[in-house]
């Protein structure tokens, strides 16, 4: 049984080679892992092309598709598990390649039975960490961070602002209202947040809304409707509609989507 949902897939033309190295995974994955073995680089593709791979190990020297070519194909077609490469022969210029391609380890033959596990551990921390950070990255406003970030350095009534809205996003929050709070005229504060912050004042309150609205789609299991409510939208009908506009999907299929992203789900049933 596939607990985690992660795949292995091991690529090696060495019969003796790949069952020792899939035998060896197997008893140490106690069915944690889908370990799956290809005999060449083309099948290893098309497994790759077809399923999502976590881990990759392959050898690097194999006749047609080399162990590199598999890694270099692998981001290509849009899966990109993390790689350990295998060899025979200890060649600089073949570890320079698989460093610049973003390969994690470098295993000489005969491996070890301790230097792969280590090798293998290692490997799966780091693609966790990387499923991580991409979760983030589809979680996050760039463009809203970088005018947060930012807010030090804008005039004192335009932090106030950033503070208040940041504050009241649950609350409704109309120009007129926060520039009352900050003792400015609507037209002028208008003018000097556009300026300071790129973005009117309308949007800035829209993209932070949206921005809390996905963290709490991806980290609590709030309904549609409560979300919507604690980000400021008094029907979820609407606050869909501009979730739509700005991310490109429903609120609901964006949390599936990305959970499903971040733990993967074994299709090869």
């Known amino acids: 049984m596939n607990n985690s949902g992660k795949t292995i ?16 995974l197997e008893s140490w994955s106690i069915g944690r892992y889908q370990i799956l073995s290809a005999s ?7 497994f790759l092309s077809t399923r999502p791979v976590h881990l990759l190990i392959t050898d690097i020297r194999m006749p047609e598709i080399s162990g590199l070519q598999v890694v270099e194909g692998s ?7 993390v790689a350990i490469i295998i060899s025979g022969h200890p060649d600089f210029q073949y570890a320079q390649t698989a460093i610049e391609l ?11 039975k301790s230097k792969l596990l280590e090798a293998v551990e290692q490997a799966l921390r780091i693609e966790e960490e990387r499923g991580r950070v991409e979760t983030m990255e589809k979680m996050v406003d760039s463009r809203l961070m970088q005018a947060k970030t930012s807010a030090k350095n804008y005039s004192p009534p335009v932090q106030q602002a950033v503070n208040y809205v940041e504050e009241h996003l649950q609350d409704p ?10 003792h400015l005229n609507p037209s002028y504060f208008s003018a000097l947040f556009k300026e300071q912050t790129g973005f009117t004042f309308s ?22 409707a409560d979300i919507s409510e604690q980000v400021g939208y008094q029907t979820s009908k609407y606050f869909i509609k501009l979730f739509k506009e700005y991310e490109g999907t429903s609120p609901n299929q964006y949390r599936k989507n990305t959970m499903d992203a971040d733990h993967p789900i074994d299709t090869s049933k």
């Open 173 to 182: 929050l109309g120009m007129s209202e926060v520039a009352s709070h900050i």
């Open 9 to 24: 897939l091991i690529v090696d033309d060495e019969p003796l080679t790949r069952e020792g190295i899939r035998k060896t």
């Open 75 to 81: 981001r290509s077609i849009g899966n990109k598990p």
């Open 40 to 46: 060449n680089g083309t099948e290893a593709l098309e």
């Open 203 to 224: 949007e800035y309150v829209t993209r932070s809304r949206i921005q809390k609205a996905k963290e709490l789609l991806l980290q609590t299991r709030l309904t549609i």
């Open 102 to 112: 973003g390969v994690v380890n470098y295993l000489l033959k005969p491996i070890q």
